[in-house]
């Protein structure tokens, strides 16, 4: 499993890294832009990551204009349906209006809130078949 964790806050992106790195490779980015890089370059390597677990609260760019730039980019490489990259939203509990909007866009597969549990987070990964 790939998986691109984008994060601002150093202690959440650590403990998403530590987790999500005994199932694979993990990238890091600090901020939605970032995170278009990192996407783009897996499209254009033409090995696109799995999973991106996306915080919503970030500076720079946040993590719902990136999900929708995510998400026009896997169009233009022609990548729908069941090809597209599973997200999972990350972020505080007090902004899960947001997290909701864009679960019932249906532009995010899942969505967790701050603290991190670690059990969930697996629990969702598996839902998503990623792994076993
Ligand atoms: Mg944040």
Not at 49 to 60: A, E, F, K, R, S
Not at 86 to 98: E, G, H, L, Y
């Amino acid at each position: 499993m790939k998986t691109l964790i984008v994060e601002d806050d150093f202690l959440s992106r650590s403990l998403l890294s530590t987790l999500l790195s005994e199932y694979g490779i993990c990238h890091v980015a600090v901020n939605g832009k970032e995170a278009l890089n990192a996407v783009e370059r897996g499209f254009v390597e033409n090995d696109p990551y799995d999973l991106i677990c996306l915080d919503i609260m970030m500076p720079v760019m946040d993590g719902q204009q990136a999900l929708q730039e995510i998400r026009k980019m896997e169009e233009r490489h022609g990548i729908m349906g069941l090809d597209t990259t599973k997200v999972i939203m990350v972020t505080a509990a007090d902004d899960s209006k947001n997290i909701m909007k864009a679960f019932r866009q249906g532009q995010c597969e899942a969505y967790l809130t701050k603290p991190l549990d670690r059990e969930k987070l697996i629990a969702h990964i598996k839902d998503l078949g990623l792994i076993k």
